[in-house]
């Protein structure tokens, strides 16, 4: 009884077909990156103070000294959420007095930004931040002080202004735009079998070996019951979590892939708040992942999924860590290691959809990839607030991040190897976490390991 690696060996691995199916689907993500990441500047939060009233009964001294300065990494700057109460500085206006000279600006009581915000032009003409927070009194009334209430409600009003814009048609519709590359692409002959659809299955291999120039045998396929995963079987997510080991394996993945989602999406979104041209910054964070990618594709292709996985891991988390070490006066050199720290995480998270769809069978494959990249959204969901945390400590981000990229690094140490593994057809097949693992080898292991095959994951 032949397996399905075994029915299409004679097309190759690396032929005309698997290499436009990988650039097409390689293709299909660039766009998704220029909408994901667009938020870092439409939603830029630029330099910006308490706005003082033209009305204000004010001389041009304290006009100038109506804002307090604090300090942020190491100078002095202008508060952006707090101000001199207007009424008082404008009681020494009035008298003629000198701010610094005639009054001591330390002592005097502040206030919030009761008449909004004044932002800065250096880096953002406009952006979602300066618009909503302009028109939007609520979002006002809270004085930069309620960090937990603030993000919520610039989300509510973001979903407003995204509302607006498409109503008015002024924004492309990108789910069509998104859905063009699919007409080029043919299903999974493997998935299609599974579902026992076994003529557009022979039809897409067929035009595979046309492309590659090689012959067809006369019969892909001897009869509907020579494959292995031929059982007509309806999978449910509930699947996911059948038995002990699945679920323990299930839940794993779903912490691996929400973290190092969180660690990569913080990181990103992080580039405006490095010192220097945010621009620049976040240019170098886009071109660190042209080496990341092009690094976890020479890993994968020979090296063991979970050690590759979890060595990059510890490189990102342990650099992020190191960075609190650094002197404040060495911008160059944190950069550097954010840099590092997201060349190590995107690894990981690229080599995440190839190490589960290598680990569950055909039957749930889709749905487990699914499911986890599901669990990566709630991390990009969360990462903002990681950022936020750097209003408290710059480097608290980094601390945090680093952290938890290095306890999931360990984590990755208990999942199953599946370099040089057969792909599992059904959930009897899938291998045990490490923990649960017995000293007996089983029948189906020990000939494995005396004939083992190397994956086709190209379908």
Not at 143 to 148: I, K, N
Not at 292 to 302: C, D, G, N, P, V
Not at 360 to 365: G, Q, S
Not at 411 to 422: K, N
Request: net charge neutral.
């Amino acid at each position: 009884m032949r397996d399905y690696d075994e029915a299409i060996a004679f097309l190759g691995e690396w032929g005309p077909f698997q290499r436009l199916i990988f650039f097409l689907l390689s293709a299909s993500i660039i766009p998704n990156g220029f909408n994901g990441m667009s938020v870092v500047f439409l939603a830029g939060t630029p330099e910006h103070r308490c706005r003082v009233p033209d009305a204000a009964n004010l001389s041009s001294a304290w006009r100038n000294n109506s804002v307090p300065l604090r300090l942020r990494d190491g100078r002095e700057v202008l508060h952006s959420c707090r101000r001199y109460r207007l009424a008082t500085i404008a009681n020494f206006s009035a008298l003629g007095l000198e701010p610094g000279r005639d009054v001591d600006l330390g002592q005097l009581e502040q206030e919030s930004c009761l008449d909004g915000w004044e932002f800065s032009q250096d880096v953002y003409w406009s952006t979602v931040v300066t618009e909503v927070w302009q028109e939007e009194r609520s979002l006002r009334n809270h004085g930069c002080t309620d960090w937990l209430q603030l993000p919520a409600d610039f989300l509510h009003q973001l979903g407003d202004v995204h509302c607006v814009i498409s109503h008015r048609g002024h924004g492309p519709d990108l789910q069509l735009c998104g859905s063009l590359h699919t007409r080029f692409i043919p299903e999974s002959p493997r998935w299609l079998i599974s579902q026992r659809r076994f003529r557009e299955a022979e039809d897409i291999i067929q035009k595979a070996a046309k492309m590659n120039n090689i012959a067809v045998p006369a019969v892909i396929f001897d009869s509907v019951e020579e494959l292995n995963p031929l059982k007509q079987q309806k999978a449910f997510i509930l699947d996911l979590f059948r038995t002990w080991n699945i679920a323990i394996m299930t839940i794993m993945s779903l912490l691996l892939w929400m973290l190092t989602s969180v660690g990569y999406f913080a990181l990103s979104l992080d580039t405006p708040n490095l010192h220097g041209d945010a621009y620049l910054n976040c240019f170098l964070s886009a071109l660190i992942e042209i080496p990341a990618y092009i690094t976890a594709w020479l890993l994968l292709r020979t090296l063991p999924r979970r050690y590759i996985i979890a060595a990059v891991l510890f490189w990102g988390g342990g650099v992020l860590l190191f960075i609190q070490l650094v002197p404040v006066d060495y911008y160059f050199l944190s950069i550097g290691l954010v840099m590092l720290g997201k060349f190590g995480i995107t690894s990981a998270f690229s080599m995440l959809y190839v190490f589960t769809a290598e680990l569950y069978p055909t039957l749930v494959r889709n749905m487990a990839v699914g499911v986890t990249s599901m669990a990566s959204r709630v991390g990009s969901i969360i990462a903002p607030y990681f950022v936020y945390l750097g209003a408290y400590n710059r480097m608290l981000p980094y601390i945090v991040m680093g952290s938890l990229t290095v306890l999931i690094g360990i984590l990755t140490l208990f999942f199953p190897e599946s370099l040089g593994m057969t792909l599992p057809e059904t959930l009897e097949q899938m291998q045990k976490v490490k923990w649960f693992r017995s000293g007996k080898k089983t029948r189906d292991s020990m000939e494995t390991e005396e004939n083992p095959k190397v994956l086709i994951t190209a379908f």
